[in-house]
T-cell receptor, first 114, second 114 residues
């Protein structure tokens, strides 16, 4: 079965600083990996995803993530944080076999300091 | 506009009083799913449906029922709610057979059971 671990339930950075949100996954078969963002009082919105091919994927709002199979990681980064990036971020994994369900990490709340 | 809608958005009820949370999508998606979101636990799948009349349990199905009589609708039923079902609930949908595809989430239903 798949699982996801997000390191750090809360991350705080200054406006303009690098954003790094960590995600490690466990899967016995090739995974599909996702980052979703949840703004206050809203549903989840897809930021980016890795399926196959290029391991560095770019998403919306300047975010990107790199799939590292050897490290079983899919960390999310943004070079320069903006106040509007304050939200909760979820890493998720699924596979093509079985029920194909999406398994989420615990979430990381990102705070941006002015 | 492609969307997933949920009703109600907020609900306060008492223990044991049956309730239904509706979910509807207008994207002709076969796959629909219900999640609950709790602090520190991320999103956990309650039930999912691969298509009309096909439903199955997720990770936390106890105390919940679902039905899928039409493609667009996937209601969540709590026949005898208890305080431990106080949570934020999300419905989601995607095309079936595409686990790598984006899941589209509704805006959420915040349920309080007293």
């Amino acid at each position: 079965a798949q699982s996801v671990t997000q390191l750090g339930s809360h991350v705080s950075v200054s406006e303009g600083a690098l954003v790094l949100l960590r995600c490690n996954y466990s899967s016995s078969v090739p995974p599909y990996l996702f980052w979703y963002v949840q703004y206050p009082n809203q549903g989840l919105q897809l930021l980016l995803k890795y399926t196959t091919g290029a391991t560095l994927v770019k998403g919306i709002n300047g975010f990107e993530a790199e799939f590292k199979k050897s490290e079983t990681s899919f960390h999310l980064t943004k070079p320069s944080a903006h106040m509007s990036d304050a939200a909760e971020y979820f890493c998720a994994v699924t596979v093509i076999q079985g029920a194909q369900k999406l398994v989420f990490g615990q979430g990381t709340r990102l705070t941006i300091n002015p | 506009e492609a969307q997933v809608t949920q009703n109600p958005r907020y609900l306060i009820t008492v223990t044991g009083k049956k309730l239904t949370v509706t979910c509807s999508q207008n994207m002709n998606h076969e796959y629909m799913s219900w999640y609950r979101q709790d602090p520190g636990l991320g999103l956990r799948q309650i039930y999912y449906s691969m298509n009309v009349e096909v439903t199955d349990k997720g990770d936390v199905p106890e105390g919940y029922k679902v039905s899928r009589k039409e493609k667009r609708n996937f209601p969540l039923i709590l026949e005898s709610p208890s305080p431990n079902q106080t949570s934020l609930y999300f419905c989601a949908s995607r095309p079936s057979g595409q686990p790598w595809g984006e899941q589209y989430f509704g805006p959420g239903t915040r349920l309080t059971v007293t």
